[in-house]
């Protein structure tokens, strides 16, 4: 399956600078994504291979007389050769380009930066989301996630098996390569853990005493998930005025096939009687709006007062703020907490996300719109403006539209318009 969004995005990196890095979580895409773009014009390397590690031993016999593409795939597992790259784009002549692929995003983001600073474009891949396996698959895909040997497994067994088999060898073999000497058992243990924090406020003194291990450890087993796109750190938006506010982050799975495994969650029916559902739904939901607005890590926060006002998402793009719930409801109402969070914040607009397809005014400045909609709405009209924000802009007043009646604007292309999909011969209901 060509995922022609990240492709066209690489070709944009590239005519910015000579090297570009697509950082990920393992097995997410990244190295069939790099054969798509080379389409078998590309010199290969691959780390995990020993004979190539060792020819990359000595860089600059390997790489100086090489032209056009050369990708270089799992560069963690020799950061020495960001150095060698600065010498060898620096070349006046230098007739070569760099995709290189990591599967550790904060260390090789620090190394980079710090060696390739002006040469060198980073760009994130995420497991599928809903805007490339379509809007009709989003149950199968908040059940299984987005890696795709999970997502399209023959049966939900198997995909349970897959995701098994993955943390397994993420604890085993993936942690000790980055250097971290953990006991496999003692990581599982914590990342199971963290399955009754996912949507929560991270408490690591409290996760300290049930582990039997000092806080500080503890935040370092949370950055080694967090650094290999296992959770996402989500932290809290502080405006100054006269409140008492929540100053910790929160921690949210950013594959959801991967939180219900390690939450035991074995069938979707299993789930509607868990009562992390709605936190599961938060999680999920929360992930596929960060990247339908493509946002960066400094651009996304949570709100929280003591007194109990809080919004979920704070996406700041733009020059606007737009604010996000999250409910698991068919129908869902306005809040205290809503309104507080848009006077408080001053958003330019607070979206209530819920499992649906509709769209429709709640408020002048708050609008209910089920995920299928907001995705396949962005998805659609994302290309003809200028920034996500522009894109969510039009989506509202599309939105605004329809709820007063007028519904020849808010008709949705045909499908297909402006998006990729991932081909499934059938839809297997996982369980």
């Known amino acids: ?212 291990v000092a806080h500080t450890t503890v935040q370092r087993y949370l950055d080694i998930l967090n650094g290999t796109f296992m959770v996402r750190v989500l932290l809290p938006w502080v405006e100054n005025i006269n409140k008492r506010l929540v100053k910790s982050p929160k921690i949210y799975f950013r594959d959801s096939g991967l939180f219900l495994s390690l939450l035991g969650v074995e069938s979707a029916a299993a789930l509607q009687q868990h009562p992390k559902l709605g936190a599961a739904w938060e999680g999920f939901a929360l992930e596929e709006v960060v990247r339908r607005h493509g946002a960066r890590e400094e651009e996304v926060f949570f709100w929280a007062t003591h007194g109990e006002a809080e919004l979920d998402l704070l996406v700041f793009q733009g020059g606007k703020r737009w604010g996000y719930e999250f409910k698991y409801a068919d129908a869902p109402r306005i809040t205290r907490s809503m309104t507080q969070a848009i006077q408080d914040l001053r958003l330019d607009h607070l979206i209530v996300v819920f499992p649906g397809s509709d769209s429709y005014k709640l408020s002048p400045t708050i609008t209910a719109t089920g995920l299928s909609a907001l995705s396949d709405r962005l998805g659609l009209i994302k290309g003809n403006y200028p920034d996500p924000s522009s894109a969510l802009s039009e989506h509202l007043r599309i939105s605004g539209s329809a709820a007063s009646g007028d519904r020849s604007s808010a008709t949705v292309p045909p499908r297909g318009e402006g998006k990729q999909r991932i081909s499934l011969s059938s839809w297997e209901r996982a369980g």
């Open 1 to 212: 399956m060509e995922r022609a969004f990240h492709l066209s995005r690489l070709d944009r990196l590239f005519r910015a600078t000579p090297v570009v890095a697509i950082l990920g979580p393992r097995q997410c895409g990244k190295t069939t994504l790099a054969r798509q773009y080379a389409k078998s014009r590309a010199i290969y390397f691959d780390l995990e291979n020993p004979r190539d590690l060792q020819r990359l031993d000595q860089p600059f016999l390997a790489l100086e007389g090489l032209e056009g593409l050369v990708v270089i795939d799992e560069i963690q597992r020799s950061p020495g050769l960001f150095k060698a790259l600065r010498v060898l784009v620096d070349r006046p002549k230098n007739k070569a380009r760099y995709l290189i692929l990591g599967s550790a995003s904060r260390e090789l983001i620090r190394q980079g930066s710090e060696t390739l600073a002006g040469r060198i474009s980073f760009m994130e891949l995420t497991p599928f989301s809903l805007f490339e396996v379509g809007s009709p698959d989003w149950k199968r895909l908040w059940d299984r996630g987005g890696f795709p040997n999970s997502f399209l497994a023959r049966s939900g067994q198997q995909s349970r098996d897959w995701r098994e088999a993955y943390v397994s060898t993420f604890l085993e073999q993936d942690v000790p390569l980055l250097g971290f000497q953990i006991p496999p058992r003692t990581l599982r243990r914590f990342w199971m853990m963290l399955t009754f924090y996912h949507g929560q406020i991270f408490n690591a003194s409290e996760i300290g005493r049930s582990l039997g």
